[in-house]
Structure formats: structure tokens, C-alpha cells
């Protein structure tokens, strides 16, 4: 599952894997990976470099938009 579709598409855009973008954010490959499921959350910092390492002129509410989860909501 994808939880930041349209993050990972810009990565595939920009030719940019895992790895890499785990070495410009200075973090743990593991722990990229983690942030990309949701398990953990982006700081704003990171979520900013991520937008200037990709260079995308998507904004971060879009760059970041979670993949809507197909349970019903809880009432």
C-alpha cells in the first residue's frame, strides 16, 4: 500500500529511491521506510528538504496527502 501516492510517484519521477532520499534526509533507510508507510510521521523540516530534494513544484498538502483508507469512518 502506498500511503503518500503522490509522493512516491514524484520520487519515481525524479528517478530518486529509497535510499537516497533516506541519505539527504539523514535518516535510517528503516526509518524513511517507516515514515513512507505512516508508521511515523514527516517533520516539517523533512518534508521540506523532501520538496526541494525532488524539486517538484507540487505543494506540501498534495506532495503529503495521505491515501484515504477505504474503511468507513467510525461514527
Do not use: W
Not at 25 to 40: A, Q, S
Not at 58 to 66: A, H, Y
Request: with cysteine.
Amino acid at each position: 500500500m502506498h500511503n503518500y501516492p503522490l509522493l512516491e510517484a514524484q520520487m519515481l519521477l525524479s528517478s530518486c529511491d529509497r535510499k537516497s532520499l533516506a541519505e539527504a534526509l539523514h535518516v535510517h533507510y528503516n526509518t524513511l521506510c517507516r515514515k513512507l508507510r505512516g508508521e511515523m510521521p514527516f517533520t516539517l523540516d523533512e518534508a521540506l528538504l523532501i520538496k526541494a530534494f525532488l524539486q517538484t513544484d507540487l505543494p506540501l498538502e498534495e506532495l503529503f496527502e495521505r491515501h484515504a483508507s477505504k474503511d468507513p469512518p467510525i461514527p
